[in-house]
């Protein structure tokens, strides 16, 4: 990257006029062109924003026609620091006890972290005077900026359209109305570099790489921002991902009643059973149904009349004879209707309502007198008239 000291802010702890701290960080190489400082001192710097930097240029004054061989700097440190309180020393040029003598330096080193404010911190200045320091010209380079790129983007429910790529940042996803949550899981392709780790927002709120976030989702367009920063450079990416949660269709509860009377329905009520049968008394001569929907916004008709979910329907007349079909269907705003059917049998009736015997013409006498309720007889008198 360029060079960041030609932004943000710089001063000095100490200068002397008319070389102000300014002067150091204009790019101008002139004599005039310079700041001059009491040692210790400090040329201090802080960059627009958080910079982690891997180069760093200091020309003393050998780099604009001063004596080479009197007017270098004996020993400074770039340093960097978080809170202008506590420094770290990130690099140093030590000509005190060397034989080999930088008049100017152009240094490369590994950085570790990312900092605030920065400072040349300078213990010894000019050979010919250790007491004064002089730099006409600094330069500060950050390192290049990481990837703001996710390696994957995965749900635990649902399917990711179009299959994830790092360069596609829309994406959809549809789930049951069963799912009234999604976990997302972001992976960052550069989760770390030079000590510092990526910022991965879901909706906001902040999450490691590859670590899930659970988000809750409403009936319908759900929006899920994933907001990625870089580690280095603070470069930023959004992915977008739209889940619809579908309405239902499925009903959570079925009662046929006669009166106040539950009636049995065969098989037992499961909301993914769709046919079911209920026997009634040859007496009876209708009936309600009571159908509860999964889905408050769905609604149900029931053989096409209106119905309000969880409140008895009805009556509704039987068949005298033969078989009755009640059809309840149930209908959403985003999926197709999905029926139900219940047939209504009326049993069978096995009682006799009469019995007569008879010798020839004569209707003979039964004891006891014969009644459709004494079903277990097992002996019949017939008295034989005379």
Not at 284 to 295: G, K, L, N, P, R
């Amino acid at each position: 990257m360029g060079n960041t000291a030609l932004t943000g802010l710089t001063s000095a702890s100490s200068y002397i006029a008319p070389f102000v701290a300014q002067k150091a960080v204009d790019g101008i190489m002139k004599p005039v062109n310079r700041w001059v400082g009491e040692v210790p001192c400090t040329l201090n710097f802080k960059p627009d924003k958080l910079y982690c930097v891997n180069r760093w240029v200091v020309n003393g004054m050998p780099s604009v026609g001063w004596d080479p061989q009197q007017y270098y700097l004996l020993k400074y440190s770039l340093q960097g620091s978080n809170d202008n309180v506590t420094w770290t020393t990130l690099d140093t040029v030590d000509n005190t006890n060397t034989s080999t003598i930088s008049y100017s330096s152009d240094r490369t080193f590994i950085p570790t972290a990312a900092y605030t404010y920065y400072r040349v911190n300078i213990t010894s200045g000019l050979k010919c005077n250790p007491r004064i320091a002089s730099i006409s010209n600094f330069q500060l380079f950050a390192v290049d900026p990481s990837s703001p790129y996710l390696s994957s983007l995965a749900i635990n429910s649902g399917t990711l359209s179009p299959a994830f790529n790092k360069t596609t940042f829309a994406y959809t996803a549809t789930v049951d109305y069963g799912v009234t949550s999604i976990v997302v899981t972001p992976t960052a392709e550069t989760p770390t570099a030079y000590g510092q780790n990526v910022i991965i927002k879901v909706n906001g709120v902040e999450t490691a790489s590859g670590v899930g976030t659970s988000v809750n989702l409403a009936v319908g367009v759900n929006t899920i921002n994933i907001d990625v920063t870089s580690a280095v450079g603070y470069l930023n990416q959004r992915y977008t991902l739209t889940v619809t949660r579908l309405n239902s269709n499925k009903l959570t509860g079925l009662s046929v009643l006669n009166g106040s009377t539950v009636l049995p329905i065969v098989p037992t009520f499961n909301k993914n059973t769709f046919e079911y049968t209920v026997e009634v008394e040859k007496t009876v001569q209708s009936v309600m149904i009571c159908a509860t929907s999964e889905d408050p916004a769905s609604t149900i008709k029931i053989n096409g009349g209106t119905a309000v979910s969880g409140q008895p329907y009805g009556s509704i007349t039987l068949q005298k004879t033969g078989n009755t079909t009640v059809n309840i269907i149930v209908s959403t705003a985003t999926t197709s209707s999905q029926q139900y059917t219940v047939t209504i049998k009326r049993k069978e009736n096995l009682t006799l309502s009469g019995l007569i015997f008879k010798n020839g013409k004569t209707t003979l006498t039964l004891q006891p007198t014969f009644s459709p309720t004494h079903r277990n007889i097992l002996q019949v008198q017939v008295m034989l008239l005379a």
